[in-house]
T-cell receptor, first 113, second 115 residues
Framework: GAGVSQSPSNKVTEKGKDVELRCDPI?????LYWYRQSLGQGLEFLIY????????KSGLPSDRFSAERTGGSVSTLTIQRTQQEDSAVYLC???????????FGPGTRLTVL | AQKVTQAQTEISVVEKEDVTLDCVYE???????LFWYKQPPSGELVFLIR??????QNEISGRYSWNFQKSTSSFNFTITASQVVDSAVYFC????????????FGQGTELSVKP
C-alpha cells in the first residue's frame, strides 16, 4: 500500500516568509509525528498527534512553529517568519498507534536564504 | 532522562567484512522500545527492527542480527558479510511508552562499505 507522502519535496524561501509543509500518513494510522533533521542537531522530535487527543508539542523549538492535523489524517507543519536556522529536512512519520513502529516519509528539504 | 548514544560516527569496511554498530541507551521507563533505521543516500529512513523492553531475545534477519542486553543498556547491530549496498547512515532510536512513542535518536553511524 501507499507509504507516507510529503510535499513539497524541496522548498526554498526567503528569510521572514511563512512556509507550510504537508504530510499524508499511511491510511488508517492514528499516530502522526514530525521530526527535523539538521547537520548540527541530528534527528529531533517536533510534535506528535494521536487520534483526537491534544498533540504533544514539547519538541517545537519556538512559537513560530505550529502544526495541525485535520480529520485525523493529513497534517500541516507551519513555520512563520522563517529564519536561516530553520533550514533542515522535515520528516513526517506515522504509526498504527502511539509507540508502535513509525514509518517515515521522504521528507521536505527546507532552505531559508 | 532518555538518551541514545552511538559512539561510532563513521565506520569504513571492505566488502564481505562483518561490522557491528554500537548503541547504548538511557531510560527510566520500564516499558520502552528500541529501533534501528537505515538512511541510504536517497535520504528516506527505512525501518529495520523494533524490540520491546521485555524481549531480550537476539534476532537474526538474513545478514542482519541484533543483540539486545538490558544489563548493559545496549542494542547492537551486526551486519555479516557486508555489501556495498549496506552503505548508509544507521540510526538507533528509543521510545518510551509513557512518552507516547516519540523517538529519541542517536547521532547515527555512517557506514561505508568499499568494494
Amino acid at each position: 500500500g501507499a507509504g507516507v507522502s510529503q510535499s513539497p519535496s524541496n522548498k526554498v524561501t526567503e528569510k521572514g516568509k511563512d512556509v507550510e509543509l504537508r504530510c499524508d500518513p499511511i491510511s488508517g494510522h492514528t499516530a502522526l509525528y514530525w521530526y527535523r533533521q539538521s547537520l548540527g542537531q541530528g534527528l529531533e522530535f517536533l510534535i506528535y498527534f494521536q487520534g483526537n487527543s491534544a498533540p504533544d508539542k514539547s519538541g517545537l523549538p519556538s512559537d513560530r512553529f505550529s502544526a495541525e492535523r485535520t480529520g485525523g489524517s493529513v497534517s500541516t507543519l507551519t513555520i512563520q517568519r522563517t529564519q536561516q536556522e530553520d533550514s533542515a529536512v522535515y520528516l513526517c512519520a506515522s504509526s498504527s498507534m502511539g509507540a508502535d513502529t513509525q514509518y517515515f516519509g521522504p521528507g521536505t528539504r527546507l532552505t531559508v536564504l | 532522562a532518555q538518551k541514545v548514544t552511538q559512539a561510532q560516527t563513521e565506520i569504513s569496511v571492505v566488502e564481505k567484512e562483518d561490522v557491528t554498530l554500537d548503541c547504548v541507551y538511557e531510560t527510566r521507563d520500564t516499558t520502552y522500545y528500541l529501533f534501528w533505521y537505515k538512511q541510504p543516500p536517497s535520504g528516506e529512513l527505512v525501518f529495520l527492527i523494533r524490540r520491546n523492553s521485555f524481549d531480550e531475545q537476539n534476532e537474526i534477519s538474513g545478514r542482519y542480527s541484533w543483540n539486545f542486553q538490558k544489563s548493559t543498556s545496549s542494542f547492537n547491530f551486526t551486519i555479516t558479510a557486508s555489501q556495498v549496498v549496506d552503505s548508509a547512515v544507521y540510526f538507533c532510536a528509543l521510545s518510551e511508552r509513557i512518552q507516547g512513542g516519540k523517538l529519541i535518536f542517536g547521532q547515527g553511524t555512517e557506514l561505508s562499505v568499499k568494494p
